[in-house]
């Protein structure tokens, strides 16, 4: 899971606490899959499913990596090495509504607003506002859905539906349950879909630090045609951008039906990656399939890991063996 500006590879977030106060909506129940028996053989590809299918959350991409402006996000909103994720990507909708003055009101009920908005490279994305409590300005409890048609923005092509009910609105902190209906972003290399919900706080301090919270109880995301299910998860990320860093965990059910996988995974040790690397140089991520049996991943460097595994669920570790960043990903997941 490379940490690029590319779709394919984002990382995720804290909380360690399964059971989601999790959001909306959510298709993946078709795809149980029963615990994995964990064992020295698949314990690399196990880590390496955990961590790309718990990457649909955040993205720590290059310093390079830019967010989409023009209608989608205001310019100047979106510092350069924040990424471009899932979590990510909401943030930045909220933000632009939170900023942007209601749009024209439409039909029967005044408190209904919508309008479109063209997206720079081409395509469109249709805002619509219920305003609640009927006070002209986006407040806690209203209603937001942003339907993307082919919106095309910093190269990268935007379809489907986010949905969001505004739970936190003060100062530097925006929050909201979220609903991703057929979302899917593309960006010529890579493309990730959403189904399902989640719920999501931003903090930030322009120019200094960003932190997303979310937990969510049931998420289907595909990368690239492979679907996996997030279930009783909890996430945050917080950026550094004076330091240049990110510090991300992750706690929750992991279920990959392509491969057969499902375990329940969780930081040991955060990760910590400098926006200018491709992958985290420290941190360790346990991964805990049937009969208590475990894979544990620890980096080394933003280029190696160490993985061992512990097959009879009795705290006896296998010899770490070395896998550079690069060769995990490219394990079937």
Known sequence: MRKTNSLAFVVVGSA?????????????????????????????????????AASVLFDVASSAGELPLGAVVSAGSAPSGSGLGLANFTARQLKAVKNRPLPTASG???????DSYPCTGGGSVTERIDD????GVESIGDSVKMTFVGCVEDGVTSNGVVSFRLTELSGNLIGA??????????????????????DLTVTESVGVSEVYQLAGDNLTATLNGDRHVLTGFTGSAATDFVLGTVTYNFHGRVSDSSNGIAVDAATVNAFVARLTDDYPGSGALRSIGAGNSQALLEVVS????RISADPEGDGSFTAPLEWSWSALAALPR
């Open 16 to 52: 360690l606490a399964l059971a989601g106060c999790g959001g909306d909506g959510g298709d993946g129940n078709n795809l149980e899959v029963p615990l994995t028996a964990i064992t020295e053989a698949n314990s690399a590809q196990v880590s390496s499913v955990v961590y790309g």
């Open 108 to 114: 029967a009920v005044g408190a209904v607003y919508q």
């Open 132 to 135: 609640a409590d009927d006070n």
């Open 177 to 198: 349950r979220v609903t991703f209906s057929d979302l899917r972003l593309n960006d010529g290399t890579d493309e990730m879909g959403a189904d399902g919900g989640l």
């Open 302 to 305: 933003p280029t190696l890991v």
